[in-house]
């Protein structure tokens, strides 16, 4: 049943994942890929709130198949660290350093402070 569950949420994630980074490269244009970072935001920020609401005595979330669903399930296919890093190289390859390097800083400052501030928040909620 974990299993089912686990591939349940990574179709889900893979899906959202697509239907967002599709909707603001459209909206915004392909030179950055900004669905990409803000996939990667949000994954993170969803992570630290469960792991936040379940962890360390927390009673905000209990289930285990829960939590395995959201955070190896939809978080395991709505995140994207390898398209990241292949866009990352596409913008090395390209000659453009600033641009890969604003993004390797922007993905990397963003979704630790999501990920803090997704596990602070629900630890807060959970006491």
């Given at each position: 049943?974990?299993?089912?569950?686990?591939?349940?949420?990574?179709?889900?994630?893979?899906?959202?994942?697509?239907?967002?980074?599709?909707?603001?490269?459209r909206?915004?244009?392909?030179?950055?890929?900004?669905?990409?970072?803000?996939v990667?935001?949000?994954?993170?920020l969803?992570?630290?709130?469960?792991?936040g609401g379940?962890?360390?005595?927390?009673?905000?979330?209990?289930?285990?198949?829960?939590?395995?669903?959201?955070?190896v399930?939809?978080?395991?296919?709505?995140?994207?660290?390898?398209?990241?890093?292949?866009?990352?190289?596409?913008?090395?390859?390209?000659?453009?350093?600033?641009?890969?390097?604003a993004?390797?800083?922007?993905?990397?400052?963003?979704?630790?402070?999501?990920?803090?501030?997704g596990?602070?928040?629900?630890?807060?909620?959970?006491?």
């Open positions: 049943m974990t299993a089912l569950l686990i591939a349940l949420g990574g179709a889900l994630g893979s899906l959202a994942r697509y239907g967002l980074s599709e909707a603001l490269a909206t915004l244009g392909p030179a950055f890929p900004w669905g990409t970072l803000l990667n935001v949000t994954g993170c969803l992570i630290g709130a469960v792991a379940s962890w360390n005595d927390a009673r905000l979330i209990e289930s285990p198949a829960v939590r395995q669903f959201v955070m399930g939809i978080c395991g296919g709505y995140t994207t660290f390898s398209a990241f890093s292949l866009q990352t190289v596409g913008m090395l390859q390209a000659g453009d350093a600033l641009r890969a390097g993004y390797v800083a922007a993905s990397l400052f963003t979704c630790l402070l999501a990920t803090w501030a596990y602070a928040a629900a630890a807060a909620l959970a006491r």
